[in-house]
């Protein structure tokens, strides 16, 4: 919608860009302790009335006289939606039995990437008739989602959670091994996009379809990725999403036609949600304490490695293609084994 949003407010391009960063840069700071202070507010009261804000700070973009007040209402969403999926994610481990978290937790992968990759296209049918719609859209859901709420059992936490319990050592090690094994791969897109355009030539609706496929296969597997956590343990499942994550970089920088490039690119769904749902498992399924602070940690960790990629990879792109996807990849192989606890979280056991 950006086009749409520049020609609305008067502003170019560039500055438009500007609404993606207003949002993202709150919703990433908060992140690192927005479950803590949820825990310590409430699980359900904080995720509802998040849900509301977000649902005001939508109308608030919507009816946004200026630029200056469209940017500051799109901060107010990131700070808003900082609060809800560190905290559903901590009810949902309380709410689900310890030997099918994996099976939940892949449950909760695939309706994510479900989100996410019908997203842009609702996004950009609604800015063909009007961009404002979009964000009268995503106000409806949250206050039904509001309405909604997490289940209340399970949604406090015994004493006082503090940062201090979060920002653990084994779980900032799980977020460095996220943030590498999903994050890179997942900022990484954009130079898929241009090594289609630049070797095969490909327009924009063609780039557009084949970097869906990475979304598209990994909401079918998630379930299956759940699975396969409760079966083989969260470690090994991280271990085996980086070890598919180090082909599928270097096979993308290889492949020499489109089509090799768009298959090998929609394994990388299967190798996110590996990764993804393995470090979310043994994050929620390894000690209660603060499970909802240390859940914020890791996604803020997450996030923040997608964020860098471009900023690491694109200069290298720049002087060598191949290099570019080469570079990821080997760190892939070698820092999520590095990075990823042998025993888990709190002491108890990684993989059983």
Known sequence: ??????????????DAAVSVTAYSLPFAALMLVS?????????????????????????????APTWELFLAARALQGA??????????AALAAATDPGRLG????????LQSAGQT?????????????WRLAFAGVAVVALGLAVVGIPAA???EPGRPTLRSALRPEVLRIGIAVAVGWGWM?????LVALRLEDSFGLDAGARGLVLTGIGVAGLVCAPLV??????????????LGAALGTLVLAGVGLAPTVWMVAAIWALGGPAGQLVLVGTNAMVLGAGRANAGGATSVVQAVRFGGSSVAPVLFTPIYHVDPLAAFLAPAAALAVLVPLAVPRGGVAGRPADR
């Open 1 to 14: 919608m950006l086009p749409e949003l520049g020609a609305a407010y008067g502003v170019g391009s560039g």
């Open 35 to 63: 479950g803590t202070w949820g825990a310590r507010w409430g699980r359900r009261r904080t995720v509802v009335v998040a849900y509301v804000v977000y649902a005001v700070a939508s109308l608030a973009c919507l009816l």
């Open 80 to 89: 808003a939606n900082s609060f809800t999926t560190p905290l559903v994610m």
């Open 103 to 110: 099976r939940a937790l892949g449950w909760f992968g695939s």
């Open 118 to 130: 019908s997203a842009p296209l609702i996004g950009g049918l609604a800015a063909e008739l009007d």
């Open 154 to 156: 399970g949604t406090t």
């Open 186 to 190: 997942a900022g990484l897109a954009f």
């Open 226 to 239: 759940g699975r396969g956590v409760d079966r083989i343990g969260p470690r090994r499942t991280i271990l």
